[in-house]
């Protein structure tokens, strides 16, 4: 079992900036992979960002170099650090691990951009 909590969430103007952080409950060395996902209302759940557990990182095009996710192995803890925000990022994000092809899920943290 894992276990994750999302923090860091909130409202913010476009061009600001948030850090979206997902503790674990494990090593994440033991996690083959990490990831942020968001759903926005009506619209489909969308994979934003993946770190694998060798440090590897990719991006959907969309947040490509203004996202960065990261992880800390001491803390176990993954990281988003979104900047240039835009309203289109508006949604809830969710960190998600998969952990012996078992998917487990945070409960989610809203994150709010207006114009």
């Known amino acids: 079992q894992v276990q994750l909590v999302e923090s860091g969430g909130g409202s913010v103007q476009a061009g600001g900036s948030l850090r979206l952080s997902c503790a674990a409950s494990?090593?994440?060395?033991?996690?083959?992979?990490m990831g942020w996902y968001r759903q926005a209302p009506g619209k489909e759940r969308e994979l934003v960002a993946i770190i694998t557990s060798g440090g590897r990182t990719n991006y959907v095009d969309s947040v490509r170099g203004r996202f960065t996710i990261s992880g800390d192995y001491a803390k176990n803890t993954v990281y988003l650090q979104m900047n240039s925000l835009k309203p289109e990022d508006t949604a809830l994000y969710h960190c998600?691990?998969?952990?012996?092809?078992?998917?487990?899920w945070g409960q989610g943290t809203q994150v709010t951009v207006s114009s």
């Open positions: 494990v090593s994440i060395f033991s996690i083959s992979t």
């Open positions: 998600a691990a998969l952990k012996g092809g078992q998917p487990y």
